[in-house]
């Protein structure tokens, strides 16, 4: 702050002309026959102006005795320096400074390695393989079943063109696959319908069975079998020999024979 041009013998004027209209006021009410109450009030009020204007220029005067014994200080940058301190708090008062304080940087979290998997011992591993191998098994099995389901009858079980007819043969395939023969039927992936026969579709993922690719039937003779000019043809095994049929012709069939039909093959087993 810079300095008041006031002086402390000014201040010391101005109480003194205080005191003294005091007294010119008071000496008036004697002079009128007693002291007034405006005598005595512009009495008090002048003292109290002048003790203190008295105390002002004591306090005024330590402080420009002080300011004049400091050095003068240099000049600062207004947008770096901190605010001066107030002029009534006098040297060696503490200040405050600038902020230079900051925030505590928060490292970052190191990211992990992911925790090692725990070694695969042969008994775990055989185990697993173990697990995995049934699960497979079991889905494998279960399409069949349901394929099976969808495109063949239950074996066993007489059609409802051979409710009275009796058991001639039973054909086990090589999937375990078991149907029962009443009377004329006609075997391939999507065998065709014929009056007097029986249609059954068999399950073929390869394509090597024809539409309609054999028939098995039986009489007073026994059971037969003939291919219906299938493009693989049927082949029946019998013991160490194979024979071929041909289109169209039946061939009688013993127990324990087996049939050959592209990919897929059956026995028979005739009824006793």
């Known amino acids: 702050m810079t300095a008041r041009p006031t002086s402390a013998l000014t201040l010391v004027a101005v109480g003194a002309a205080g005191l003294l209209s005091a007294g010119i006021a008071a000496a008036v009410g004697l002079a009128a026959g007693g002291v007034s109450v405006l005598a005595v009030a512009s009495a008090g009020v002048a003292g109290m102006a002048w003790a203190g204007s008295l105390v002002w220029a004591v306090l005024y005067t330590a402080r420009r005795a002080a300011a004049g014994a400091m050095p003068?200080?240099?000049?600062?940058?207004?947008?770096?320096?901190?605010d001066p301190a107030p002029w009534f708090l006098g040297p060696g008062r503490p200040t405050a400074g600038p902020v230079t304080a900051s925030l505590p940087q928060i490292a970052a979290p190191d990211s992990a390695p992911p925790p090692a998997r725990p070694p695969v011992t042969p008994a775990g591993a055989a185990m697993l393989a173990e697990r995995t191998g049934l699960e497979e098994r079991t889905a494998d099995a279960a399409a069949s079943a349901l394929e099976i389901t969808r495109t063949v009858p239950p074996a066993a079980r007489p059609a409802d063109r051979f409710v009275d007819a009796p058991l001639l043969a039973v054909l086990t395939w090589d999937d375990?696959?078991?149907?029962?023969?009443?009377?004329?039927?006609?075997?391939?992936?999507?065998?065709?319908?014929?009056?007097?026969?029986?249609?059954?579709?068999?399950?073929?993922?390869?394509?090597?069975?024809?539409?309609?690719?054999?028939?098995?039937?039986?009489?007073?003779?026994?059971?037969?079998?003939?291919?219906?000019?299938?493009?693989?043809?049927?082949?029946?095994?019998?013991?160490?020999?194979?024979?071929?049929?041909?289109?169209?012709?039946?061939?009688?069939?013993?127990?324990?024979?087996?049939l050959e039909l592209g990919d897929r093959a059956a026995i028979v087993d005739l009824a006793s």
């Open 72 to 82: 003068a200080a240099a000049p600062v940058d207004p947008d770096t320096a901190s």
């Open 176 to 258: 375990g696959t078991r149907m029962a023969v009443y009377g004329r039927t006609l075997y391939g992936r999507n065998p065709a319908v014929e009056a007097g026969t029986v249609s059954v579709p068999v399950r073929d993922e390869t394509l090597s069975l024809s539409k309609t690719h054999f028939e098995v039937g039986g009489g007073a003779t026994g059971a037969w079998v003939a291919d219906r000019h299938s493009t693989n043809g049927t082949v029946l095994v019998r013991g160490a020999a194979r024979h071929p049929l041909v289109p169209g012709r039946p061939a009688a069939l013993r127990g324990g024979d087996r």
